[in-house]
Every structure is written in C-alpha cells, then in structure tokens.
DNA sequence: TTGAAAGCGCTACCAA
DNA sequence: TTGGTAGCGCTTTCAA
C-alpha cells in the first residue's frame, strides 16, 4: 500500500492538484460543493499531508533537536520527558541524542541535526564542552537561524535562552534547614567539583554557614570528582573522622546515600544522630532507607519551561524578544534523612 | 546567515546544479579538475545537503520512531540509549514518543509520525494496548512499509520481529538461585498483575517450585496490581505472616526494597535469614542497603538488538525474511541481597 | 471557481 | 565532460 497524494486525490475527482490543496485547507477560494467532496474523501481515507514535502516547502520541520549528555539519569529523564509533554501539545516532535559528555559528539550531532532536521534545539551541555569552553557549534547553530535554549548545565558565554535552578540559593537553604532541624556542625559533599552545579551548590553551602554566623571549616568539606559510586563511601570517610558532624548536603544521591550508610555502620540513628540532603529529587530518594530529604529541582517543569521558551521563538520569529535566563525554583522535599522543621 | 545549497555552490563555478551534485559524488563522469575544487571548496564551507529534500527525494528519512510507555524507568532508559547508540552508529536518528500507556496517545503518534517522519519504528506496546488487544494501527503502518520491531511488551498478534526476554525461564532461574543459597521457603511478590511480563515471571516461579520437588503454597504469593510504590509494604505484609518465609522473588526493584525493609523490621539479617531477588536491574538495586541481587535484562542489549533488526529491514527491503522474535538471555546479577552460590 | 506554473533542495536520466 | 529537465509532495501566485 502507498500513501496517498494530493495528487492521488486530484485525479480521483478529476481536479488539480491545486484544488485539493486548497478545497483542504478549506479555502474560499473553491466552490462549497467541490470543497465538501473532498473533505470528505480525505476524512473517510484517512489523508495526511507528506510531512517532508512541508517541511522543504515551508523551511520549518515542526521538530526540536535535544542533546543530553544522558539519558540514564532521572533528573534528565525527568526534563526530557518535560520536554516532549510540551512539544507534542504544540505539535512538534523531538529527536533526542545523547551526547556522553563528549565535546565532539555535540559538534557532530549539532551539524547533522542543522540541516533541515530541526527548527531549533534545547540542550544540556556536554561536560567535555563545560570545561573547554569551546562554543563555536552553539554560535553555528544561532547563525543558521536555529534558536537554541540551555537548562540546567549552560554556557555563559552564548546568547541564548536559558533555564537554571538557583542552586547557590538551593544550596544556602539546605544548609539553613538543616540548622533548623537542630543540626551543629554540617558538612558538603560532592562528586562532581568539576561541574558549575556542584561549584554552585559549594557557594550556597558557604553562604549558609556564613548566614548561621559560623565559620567555615574545611574539614567538613569534600569536593571532588569522583566518577563511580563504589567510591563514595572511601571519599566521605575522612568527613566522619571528626564525630561530631551530625549533617551533610551531598551533591547527588548516590553521596547522600553512601553517607547515611557510613553513619548507619558507625552506629548513628537517622535522622536523630544524622541528617542528610541530597541533591536533586530521583528515585533513589524515594526507596532508600530512610527516605531520603531532597532538593528538587522540578526536572519537568524546567523541560517545559524551556520547550515553551524554544516554541514561542520559532512560532514568532517577528519579535526578537531579548534572551531570558528563566530561574526554576527548587523545594526541599522533607523525608525521612531529616528531622522536619515544620513543627516549628 | 542562510544554509548553502547546490545552487550556491554551481553559481560561484559557473556550472550547474547537477555538476555540482554530480562532483560531490565523485561521479567519474565530472572532471578530475572541476570535481576537486568542487569538493575542496565544499569541504571549505562546510556544506552539508539539506536531508528533507533527501528524504523527499529518495523515499527515506534515516530516522526511526521510538514509541515507548514512559521515560521515567531505567529498563526503558537504558533500552533508548542502546537503540540511540545503535542508530547513530548505523547514521540514522531517533525520534522518540511517549504515549503515556494510552492506546490513543499510540494510535495518534504512530499517525503522526507515518508521514514521512520515519523509515519504521521500535515500540515497547502501552498498556492500555496490551489489555485491549486493538493492534489495527500497528497494522496499518506495517502495510504502508513501515517495519516494526517490538521490544519486552509486544503485541503476539501482529507480524513483525520482535525482542524479549525469557521472563519465564528467568523467573524459574531466580527460584533455582535462592534455593542452591539455602533458602527453603520461597514467595514470589509482583505489583504488576496485569502485564504478560509479571504472569511468565510467574509461571516461571512455578516451574522453579515444581522442580524443586515442592508444591506449590499459594500463601507465599501475591500477585496484584498496585500503581504507588507507598502501598508496597502493605501488600506484602501478608507473605510475612508465615515467618518461615525466607526468599521472595519480586517482580521488580521497589517491592524487592520494600520487602527487604520488612524483613529487617522483623528483625531478620538479610542475607542470613532473608533473601531477595528483583525483578530488572536498575539503579535502586547498586544504591539499596544491602545492595539487591537482580535478573539483568540487558536493556540496552534489547535497544541495540531491536536498532539493528530495523535497520537491517530497512537497508535491505529486497531479502524479505522471515519475522524473528530474538531472546535475550537474562543473567542473576549477585549483589547482598542474597547469599552468594558461587561457592557451591 | 479552477488550474498552471514555479519553487523548496536534491538526484538521475538523457541530451548535448 | 557538462547541463537541462523532470520529479519527490506540497503551497502559492497569477492567469484563465
């Protein structure tokens, strides 16, 4: 069986091609009788229009490019999914590709994406890209006339629309919930120092110690890039070396779960004797034992923030509106790897 | 700036278009002369055909439509990332949809995406499909030669190759390991009734019963649908009333958890006196205190497995091969969750 | 009210 | 060795 034509149609009523284009689009232009007959007949065939043929024509392939630099990872399956809700409602479509931090995948895919395939892209930069800080690809795109929007890891220096959480303010408030939950000496930890969201976080940590009128004490910190979980347990030993620390902001789940193992295993009750947050709300948070406390940075609603940002530019090109860095708010989830301030 | 075409290029040499398409080629039919400066110069700017007037002109998109259920699960996941990986291997693009297990959702994506949108598709069927058993729009795309691979939820009525694993075998494997570890009292645990993947882990939990010479005890099994994983304990407090139970099989990570956290609730030592198998290995199971034992699936063996059955279809229409369903063995990944039989 | 023609960017056939 | 033309499926302008 072969799709069917406008030009199938046309011969069907003896009509050109030109007719049914029009009758379809319910132009004024055709007779009333005419345009009925073959409204109806597409209806009853079921026709659709040859979505590459519209594409050529009309310059614009109602498709956004996505580039993640992973896929197994909730909080980007959370955007992605985010992403695609608010790209179908609007009509598009998505091809998503996977990056793997690599800085020449991004330049590869880019350019394959670039030619005809996309209207525009949303994407999450790769590691790779983060520190090199090579963004010619980006630039590429935005001259070709391809908006692009970034969220979550973002370059600075491209002008672009952007969606990003707080995470320096994300970070300040974890520490000052935690204060308020009666903690005395707070750690941070994390895995990933090279990535601008820990260096963010790190700050926040600061800002909050300094707002609690303490000092900072480097021994309570951990920063590092440490890239398997097995690690993670021998990297927060030396926090535990001084007993007293009774609370750590982890920089991912995996952290603050090895942390709360460590302290089970020296005979810590949680949240009683310890307290952790981690940092974005995944599922390990919601299975582990205790539940654990997140900071949640709303992965769906970034994604359909930043799918709305993309689509209102492509929809209206004619309004060059300035380019917007859209802050999402994060919120402490409150579990169980923290005692909850709400009674105060 | 505007993307180069043929027609820019012939300008700048003074030739025509087909000479140009033609030197790009490096059709023998052109010059060595005009073909070289052709292809320097292209190489130079960087051009890059426009892919929507190759599809149109060549009746192909290079892209596979991806349909599956839902993004927020691992197993799900890690499948898009092998079949991402393979198509970009193979050159083509991936565009994916989630119907949100909605027959409809399905019916409308597949719709809009048989357009000249993509070359066939891989689809994981929505629930509401499996249930319903309306395969007509699976149907319909196969006669407009769009080939279809299905992958763990697949539609037994429809004619196409397809990629699973052997949930039954692997149900009766699991059984077989917690007894060689000493476990005598075995209980099988599922949240998902209703998928055909529960009902042969089940059958497989018999047949592992059976050939252990026991009988089966229906007090030890629970098999039901429960959507939120909170309700997870409360469903299995009832296996736990015999307190000789010493092994459950899960069908999946959040009831392995929420059993092993009864398990130690009643005071028992895990894996001395309980052990468990999940269903699916995921992210919980590294992440869980202890850590879970699980049945791999190979996610993404199955995306890039079902990735190379498309593209194989799709780059060689002339051999007309038979439809294959290809297995994909499941493996016992030990973690702490149960005593090891390695030792045996 | 209808239709012919041009064009989106590319390829392929045939003619020069 | 090169170029003209037709055509992929569609829209749009202009003419009939």
Do not use: W
Not at 84 to 104: G, M, P, Q
Not at 189 to 212: E, R
């Amino acid at each position: 069986m072969k799709k069917v034509t406008l030009k199938d149609i046309a011969k069907k009523f003896n009509v050109s091609v030109s007719t049914v284009s029009k009758a379809l689009k319910g132009s004024e232009e055709i007779s009333k009788a005419t345009r009925d007959k073959i409204k109806t007949y597409a209806e009853a065939i079921n026709y659709r229009p040859n979505l590459n043929a519209l594409s050529l024509k009309n310059r614009r392939t109602k498709t956004i490019g996505i580039l993640v630099p992973d896929m197994l990872n909730y909080f980007l399956a959370q955007v992605l999914k985010g992403i695609e809700k608010t790209a179908i409602k609007h009509n598009y479509k998505v091809v998503i590709c996977i990056t793997n931090d690599s800085h020449n995948r991004e330049i590869e895919i880019i350019e394959m994406l670039s030619n005809g395939s996309v209207d525009g892209f949303i994407i999450s930069i790769a590691e790779e890209t983060e520190i090199s800080k090579e963004f010619n690809h980006f630039n590429n795109a935005l001259a070709f006339n391809l908006p692009i929007v970034m969220f979550d890891r973002v370059a600075n220096g491209v002008l672009c629309d952007k969606v990003i959480t707080n995470n320096r303010k994300a970070g300040e408030q974890a520490v000052i919930n935690l204060a308020e939950s009666g903690c005395r000496k707070i750690g941070f930890a994390s895995s990933n120092s090279h990535l601008k969201v820990s260096q963010d976080l790190l700050k926040g940590y600061y800002d909050g110690i300094h707002s609690l009128g303490q000092s900072i004490d480097e021994k309570l910190i951990i920063h590092k890039k440490v890239d398997h979980y097995s690690d993670y347990e021998s990297m927060l030993e030396p926090l535990f070396e001084d007993d007293a620390i009774d609370g750590i902001i982890a920089s991912n789940e995996g952290v603050a779960l090895a942390a709360m193992k460590i302290a089970q295993q020296r005979g810590k009750l949680i949240p009683e004797d310890f307290s952790t947050i981690g940092f974005t709300n995944g599922i390990l948070a919601r299975h582990s034992n205790p539940k654990l406390t997140t900071v949640s940075q709303h992965g769906e609603l970034m994604g359909a923030a930043a799918a709305e940002m993309l689509i209102e530019r492509l929809e209206h090109p004619e309004n060059k509106k300035e380019f917007k860095t859209k802050m999402i708010k994060t919120d402490i989830v409150e579990r169980n790897s923290t005692k909850s301030v709400k009674m105060t």
